[in-house]
C-alpha cells in the first residue's frame, strides 16, 4: 500500500478504494503465498491455514475455500485449516456444507471446518447482515450445516432465514460424523458456551499476541471448568506472529520492518466499523472484555515501535532459543493444544518468510511436542484423513500404468 | 395554541395482544377538551427528554407517545424481527390504547412505522403527519451510513446548530465517567440494534411500493437544514402520496421536533385541526 495510504485513505478495511488494488501484483502475491503454505508442509507444519475478509487491503482472500482447493491438491499430508467460512453470510449455508464436504475429499479427510461469525467489517459492513440478527442467522446456519453433513436422508428445513424443501447436499466429507469443528471467537460467554455445548475447538484470532490473549484463554478455561468439561488442551487454539532468525539481533534485522509495516500501516481500520450497535450482545458489552477487538484498541497498534510489539508479546522473535522460550511459556500459560503461526506479514518478502519457517520447523517446533503428556493421543480435534487417499496426479499414473500394460503401445502423447 | 410551558407528559405502561409491555408518554388538555387524539412515534434516536413539541400538541391533542422496545428497559426486542412486526407492533399500541382512528405522527424511523400503518390499514387511522421520515431510498442521494458513524459525528449530522444539538444528544453524560459510559453504550447498541432491523443497512424496506395505499390525508413536515435526509427525500414522499402537503421549518435540522419545537407543532395543529 502506498507510502502516505494512512493520511490520504480512512480505512484498510470495507471502503479502501478498489483502484488502490493491482491485479498483476495479485497474480504474484496469490501465488507466492500458497507456495509458502505448501513449503510449510514440506519442511513438517501440521496443518497449513487460511480464512475470510472481504474489501480488506490485508486481507485478500474473500473465498477461502478457493485457496484451500489449490492447497489441497499440491499437499498430501497437512491438514487444510479453513478458519474458516462466515456462515451467515451465505445463501443458503448449504454452499458450505457442499464446499466444505469437497474440500474434504479432494483433501482425502484433511480438512479443519472454521465456522466464524464474521467481523462487523466483514459481516455487517461488506456484507450488509443486520448487526442485531447476525448471531441468530449464524446459529441457524450451522443448525443447518451440521443437519445437512450428518442427515443422510433429503430432509425439509423451515428455518427463519433459509427455507428449503430438499436439504440432501452430495458431496458428504469423508471425516464422520463431520470434519473438526473449530469456531474463532472473542471472549463472549455465548461463544464459549457454544464450544461447549458442541465440543467445538475454541480459537482465539488476534492480533494482540500471548500476553493480551491470556486474560481470554484464562476466561474460557474457567467456563470449561464450570461446565465440568475435560481441560484438554486441544480444545483451544491461538494465533501468533512470529519471526525467527539465527539470532534476536538478526531477527529484528529481518523482520522488524515488515511486521511494523503491517502493525502501522496495514491495520488501520476506520473506528466507525468496529461495532455497530447490535452486533455485541449486551452481556458481552457488560462484560468489557472485548476492547482489544476494538478499532480504537488497533489503532494504538499502529503506533508501536519494534520493543513495544516484542515486550508486549504481539510478537515472538528471535533466535530459536528465544522462540522456543517463548512459545512454552504461551502453550503453558495460555494452555494450547494448537497455535496458528503468523509467519508471513505484512510486506515480508518471500525468501525471509521461507527463512523463519523452516528454522521454526526444524529448531523450535520439535521440542513443542509432547507438551501436553498427559492428553497424549487426544485427537479429538484432529483430521482424520483416509489411508487409502489419493493425491494431484496419482489418477493420472494409474491410468497410464493401466494403459501401458495390455498394449504396450506407445502413451507418448500423455508423456508430454 | 400551542404553549411550550404545557405541563410535562406522563409515563402509562401498556400490553400489547402479542405481549410486549412498553411506556407511552401521554399528556392532554387540562380542560380536557381535546381536539382528537394523537399516537406519535419516535426516531430512532429516541426521546431526547422533554418531548417540547409532544407537550406543545398536548394542549389540544389527546397525546400518546409510545417508547419503542429496545429504547427502554422493558425488554420485548427480541420479538421485533423485521418491518412487518414493527408496523403491527405500532398498531397493537393503539388498539392497547383503546383508540378510534387517531391520527398517526412519525419522525424519522417513526415515520416509516406510521407511513406503513396507514398503508396497511388507511381506514384504522385519522391523518398522518410525517416529519423527515424515512423509508425511501434515492440512488442519487445515498443516506449517510449512521451505523459507522462516531459519537460526535452524530449532531452536526442531525442538526441545524451543533452545540445545541451535541448538548441535547449527551443528555448530560460525563464522558470521564467510566460507569456512565458504559451504561451510554449499552443503551445505544440496545436502541440503534433494534433500529438496525428496519435500518441496517439500507434504510428501504420496499415501503415505496405500498404507499399508493395511503389515502389518509398527510402531511410532511421537513427542516430546510436536514442534512441526513435532504429535500430531494420530501419531493420524493410528496410525489409518493397522493395530496400530501409539505411544510418545511426554517433553521431545523433532521431533529426538527427537538429544535423548533413550536414551529412544528403549530404547523401539525393547522394540518389536524379542520
Not at chain 1, 433429503?154 to 466429507?173: E, M, S
Not at chain 1, 496495514?266 to 455497530?276: E, K, Q, R, T
Not at chain 1, 501436553?372 to 487426544?378: K, N, V
Not at chain 2, 429516541?46 to 391533542?61: D, N
Amino acid at each position: 500500500m502506498p507510502d502516505d495510504f494512512r493520511d490520504t485513505e480512512r480505512s484498510v478495511w470495507v471502503d479502501i478504494p478498489s483502484r488502490l488494488f493491482d491485479p498483476k501484483v495479485a497474480n504474484h502475491v496469490y501465488n507466492e503465498y500458497m507456495d509458502q503454505l505448501e513449503y510449510a508442509e514440506s519442511v513438517g507444519f501440521d496443518g497449513i491455514g487460511v480464512n475470510e475478509h472481504h474489501q480488506n487491503g490485508y486481507g485478500i482472500m474473500p473465498s477461502p475455500n478457493i485457496i484451500a482447493a489449490g492447497l489441497a491438491r499440491r499437499t498430501s499430508r497437512a491438514a487444510i485449516c479453513v478458519i474458516g467460512n462466515s456462515i451467515a453470510l451465505y445463501n443458503p449455508p448449504v454452499r458450505v456444507a457442499e464446499e466444505f464436504a469437497m474440500l474434504d475429499c479432494i483433501s482425502g479427510g484433511r480438512l479443519v471446518a472454521g465456522f466464524p461469525v464474521g467481523t462487523p467489517m466483514d459481516t455487517n459492513f461488506c456484507y450488509g447482515q443486520i448487526p442485531a440478527l447476525t448471531r441468530d442467522k449464524y446459529r441457524e446456519a450451522h443448525d443447518l450445516i451440521m443437519r445437512a453433513w450428518s442427515d443422510p436422508e433429503p430432509f425439509a428445513f423451515n428455518g427463519k432465514y433459509n427455507q428449503l424443501r430438499y436439504v440432501n447436499i452430495w458431496p458428504r466429507p469423508i471425516q464422520q460424523p463431520h470434519p473438526p469443528v473449530y469456531i474463532p471467537g472473542g471472549g463472549s460467554i455465548e461463544t464459549w458456551d457454544f464450544c461447549l455445548d458442541y465440543d467445538y475447538n475454541y480459537s482465539y484470532l488476534s492480533f494482540g499476541g500471548y500476553l493480551a490473549g491470556k486474560k481470554l484463554l484464562d476466561g474460557y478455561w474457567e467456563r470449561v471448568a464450570e461446565r465440568d468439561k475435560d481441560d484438554s488442551p486441544y480444545r483451544a487454539a491461538f494465533a501468533q506472529i512470529i519471526a525467527v532468525a539465527d539470532t534476536d539481533a538478526e531477527a529484528e534485522k529481518l523482520y522488524a520492518e515488515h511486521i511494523l509495516y503491517f502493525f502501522n500501516r496495514c491495520l488501520h481500520v476506520y473506528p466507525g466499523f468496529s461495532d455497530p450497535a447490535g452486533y455485541r450482545t449486551i452481556s458481552t458489552i457488560k462484560a468489557g472484555v472485548l476492547d482489544q477487538f476494538r478499532a480504537e484498541m488497533r489503532e494504538k497498534w499502529t503506533r508501536l515501535t519494534w520493543k513495544d510489539l516484542v515486550d508486549g508479546g504481539f510478537v515472538i522473535a528471535g533466535g530459536p532459543d528465544t522462540v522456543r522460550d517463548r512459545m512454552e511459556d504461551m502453550i503453558r500459560s495460555l494452555r494450547l493444544g494448537h497455535v496458528f503461526c503468523l509467519i508471513h506479514n505484512g510486506n515480508q518478502p518471500d525468501w525471509k518468510t521461507r527463512h523463519s519457517t523452516q528454522l521454526f520447523a526444524e529448531k523450535v517446533m520439535p521440542s513443542l511436542r509432547n507438551m501436553w503428556p498427559e492428553y497424549e493421543g487426544d485427537d479429538r480435534w484432529w483430521i482424520h484423513p483416509y489411508e487409502e487417499r489419493v493425491h494431484a496426479d496419482e489418477t493420472f499414473k494409474d491410468a497410464r500404468r493401466q494403459a501401458e500394460v495390455p498394449s504396450g503401445t506407445s502413451t507418448g502423447s500423455m508423456d508430454r | 395554541m400551542t404553549d411550550l410551558q404545557s405541563p410535562p407528559l406522563e409515563r402509562i405502561m401498556v400490553t400489547t395482544r402479542r405481549g410486549i409491555t412498553c411506556e407511552v408518554l401521554v399528556g392532554a388538555p387540562p380542560s380536557g377538551q381535546a381536539e382528537g387524539s394523537i399516537v406519535s412515534f419516535h426516531g430512532a434516536a429516541g426521546p431526547l427528554g422533554g418531548e417540547p413539541m409532544l407537550a406543545a400538541l398536548a394542549s389540544h391533542f389527546a397525546v400518546y407517545a409510545p417508547i419503542w422496545p429496545g429504547y427502554s428497559e422493558l425488554g420485548g426486542e427480541e420479538q421485533l424481527e423485521d418491518m412487518q412486526d414493527f408496523t403491527l407492533h405500532g398498531a397493537d399500541i393503539v388498539a392497547a390504547l383503546d383508540l378510534h382512528k387517531p391520527h398517526l405522527i412519525g419522525h424519522s424511523m417513526g415515520g416509516m412505522v406510521a407511513a406503513e400503518m396507514a398503508a396497511a390499514a388507511p381506514g384504522l387511522f385519522g391523518r398522518l403527519v410525517l416529519i423527515a421520515p424515512l423509508g425511501l431510498w434515492l440512488d442519487d442521494h445515498p443516506i449517510a451510513d449512521i451505523y459507522s458513524l462516531l459519537p460526535f459525528e452524530f449532531p452536526p449530522l442531525l442538526f441545524h446548530d451543533t452545540a445545541a444539538g451535541t448538548a441535547l444528544m449527551a443528555g448530560g453524560l460525563d464522558f470521564n465517567d467510566t460507569e456512565a459510559i458504559k451504561t451510554f453504550l449499552i443503551a445505544n447498541s440496545r436502541r440503534l440494534g433494534t433500529a438496525g432491523k428496519v435500518l441496517f443497512p439500507i434504510p428501504d424496506r420496499r415501503l415505496a411500493k405500498r404507499l399508493y395505499r395511503v389515502t389518509n390525508p398527510t402531511l410532511l413536515v421537513w427542516g430546510d437544514d436536514d442534512k441526513y435526509l435532504p429535500a430531494a427525500y420530501a419531493d420524493a414522499w410528496k410525489a409518493a402520496i397522493d395530496g400530501a402537503q409539505l411544510e418545511v421549518i426554517a433553521d431545523a435540522g433532521h431533529m426538527a421536533p427537538y429544535e423548533r419545537p413550536s414551529e412544528v407543532a403549530v404547523a401539525i395543529e393547522h394540518f389536524l385541526v379542520v
